[in-house]
């Protein structure tokens, strides 16, 4: 961190000078970390169609946060990283063993999962308000020892591409054509909810339940206005999640507003544009 | 037009095999989708199954591709005696492409045949590849169009490479024509034809096409839950049971 701290100070910001403003160089590192990792997931979740799915995540991802508090877990995260991964798993497994339409099947672990949140959260009288925070999401809070949890989940997903995205790739285009090849569809489709399950689990408490899914989804959308092969879907994808983070992080310094909502309107803006240059790539 | 067909009891072919399927039975969720089916498909063979809409006709095609329980029995014979599990190539029914979908034809081509993530820039030695499977359908042009941009028969012709990589010792293909326009489905039937005689492999596809079935295959099967008429495309077309299920009072050459 020590290496950080330094580097920073050489930007020409306030809050950059050193021996000053910790939570503000933090907060930098850990955007420089997320958002790359949400670009990256993001090619994947709207090619899958798995937008619903995610957003479906996130909002029930407090209920991993409830268990987790109820059981007296001394970090409630990992409880909720569990139940992510779990709920991931079940829904992969649902969708595959049902005719039902995959939006339908999303509405039905979505609901479940939040009641069981709620009823878990409010179990014995209990209030609610002490999960508000979760829903806006606080980035400046963000410390060292979580950044690294979070460059090591940017690891281990790159990993992951580097090893399954051809068959992830094939899995999410055509299930039978990719099956007829010897590819697992079934278990490269959990892998990969269970990927978005931990890294939405994770990072909700820094950029808030209420807008991660925009992460997950704006990136790509955006990049597939201008793409015409998978290497120029990554970089503008990855390029301009990065983008919108730092300029998120920075408007959200000076205009005092909710880092998590800043980086989306950003990403919403690069969505506008792009759409605006969509036609050129035939 | 037809090519001379392998007799029961002649010489093996070079490496094809032959595909017998016995007393085939699959169940779905308690109800029975197919029954009492039996065939043979000798190699260099293009057999064609006809039958309307829900009879069996994708159902078979995944059994035969081990994806699906079933009773009886699938045998394969190689012909060098083995019965060992042949490699089969695949093209699904019109799979549908996202029109939007940045997936070029090389990213699609490349992460199905390497393993080389295509995420990441593609070595010339991986596009050369890909640009040879390509030539063996005449798509070497479209190599660096999206997936979503091509045409119905440009992208059956792409799935038709594919299919063929690595070398398949059956090839199956799932209603290949539909969605192709006249002059694409022609060029397809034709591309088969010479693929069957050149690598000496047999070729299983449904279609509704029943004009093109004299002159392109060597038998027709009439599937509705079981096999209703097997033979020449002259008996299938002409047989009481062709004209029973799809409700003609004249037999030939309608759809």
């Known amino acids: 961190m020590e290496l950080w701290y330094q580097l920073v100070g050489l930007l020409p910001f306030e809050w950059a000078q050193p021996d000053s403003m910790y939570f503000m160089k933090n907060a930098l590192l850990a955007v420089l970390v997320i958002t790359p990792l949400f670009g990256l997931l993001s090619t994947m ?3 899958s169609r798995m937008s619903f799915f995610s957003d479906a995540l996130g909002h029930s991802a407090f209920t991993g946060i409830a268990i987790g508090t109820l059981c007296g877990l001394a970090d409630p995260m990992w409880g909720a990283i569990l139940f992510a991964a779990v709920f ?4 992969t497994y649902v969708r595959r063993h049902t005719n039902l339409a995959s939006d339908t099947v999303i509405g ?20 609610f308000t002490k999960f508000n925070a979760l829903l806006i999401g606080d980035i400046l809070s963000v410390e060292p020892g979580k950044i690294g949890l979070l460059a090591v989940l940017l690891a281990v997903v790159v990993v992951l591409w580097v090893c399954a995205y051809n068959h992830l790739m094939l899995s999410a285009v055509h299930p039978a054509l990719a099956d007829s090849r010897g590819i697992r569809v079934f278990w490269q489709e959990a892998l990969f909810s269970m ?4 890294v939405v689990t994770v990072s909700m408490t820094w950029i808030g339940l209420m807008v991660i899914n925009s992460l997950l989804v704006l990136p790509a959308a955006a990049g597939r206005n201008l793409a015409k092969n998978l290497r120029q879907y990554h970089l503008f994808s990855i390029l301009g999640a990065l983008a919108a983070g730092i300029a998120g992080l920075l408007t959200s310094y000076y205009w005092e507003a909710s880092t998590g909502a800043c980086i989306t309107l950003y990403l919403a803006l690069y969505f ?3 759409f605006c240059f969509r036609g050129k790539r035939q | 037009m037809r090519k001379q067909k392998h007799s029961e009891s002649g010489p093996g072919c070079k490496g094809a095999c032959c595909l ?30 006809i039958g309307p809409n829900g009879a069996g006709k994708s159902s078979l095609f995944r059994t035969i591709l081990g994806q699906m329980p079933h009773s009886g029995s699938i045998d394969f014979q190689r012909a060098d005696g083995s019965a060992a599990r042949p490699r089969i190539g695949y093209v699904p029914q019109s799979p549908s492409f996202d029109r939007g979908d940045p997936v070029s034809v090389l990213d699609f081509f490349a992460a199905a045949v390497s393993e080389w993530p295509v995420f990441l820039p593609i070595p010339k030695k991986l596009r050369a590849r890909v640009a040879e499977c390509l030539e063996r359908v005449h798509g070497e042009s479209l190599i660096d169009k999206r997936m979503g941009a091509l045409s119905g028969g440009e992208l059956q012709r792409v799935l038709l490479a594919l299919a063929l990589e ?10 290949p024509l539909s969605g192709v326009d006249i002059d694409g489905e022609r060029q397809l039937l034709d591309m088969l034809d010479e693929i069957r005689t050149r690598y000496d492999l047999s070729i299983l596809l449904s279609t509704h096409d029943f004009a093109t079935l004299e002159r392109y295959t060597d038998k027709v099967i009439l599937l509705q839950s079981s096999v209703l008429a097997v033979g020449t495309p002259e008996e299938v077309l002409s047989s009481e049971a062709f004209r029973s299920v799809f409700h003609l009072d004249v037999g030939r050459g309608a759809r």
């Open chain 1, 45 to 47: 979740v709207v090619q």
């Open chain 1, 272 to 274: 506008a544009i792009t």
């Open chain 1, 195 to 198: 990927a978005i399950a931990v």
């Open chain 1, 88 to 91: 991931a798993l079940l829904f």
């Open chain 2, 166 to 175: 690595p070398l398949p010792h059956i090839l199956i293909l799932d209603e």
């Open chain 2, 20 to 49: 017998k399927v016995s007393d085939l039975g699959v169940e779905m969720g308690g109800s029975s989708i197919l029954h009492d089916v039996s065939f043979h498909l000798h190699c260099g063979e293009i057999v064609a199954l």
């Open chain 1, 108 to 127: 039905v672990f979505s609901s479940t999962a939040v009641a069981l949140g709620i009823f878990v959260a409010t179990l014995g009288g209990g209030s």
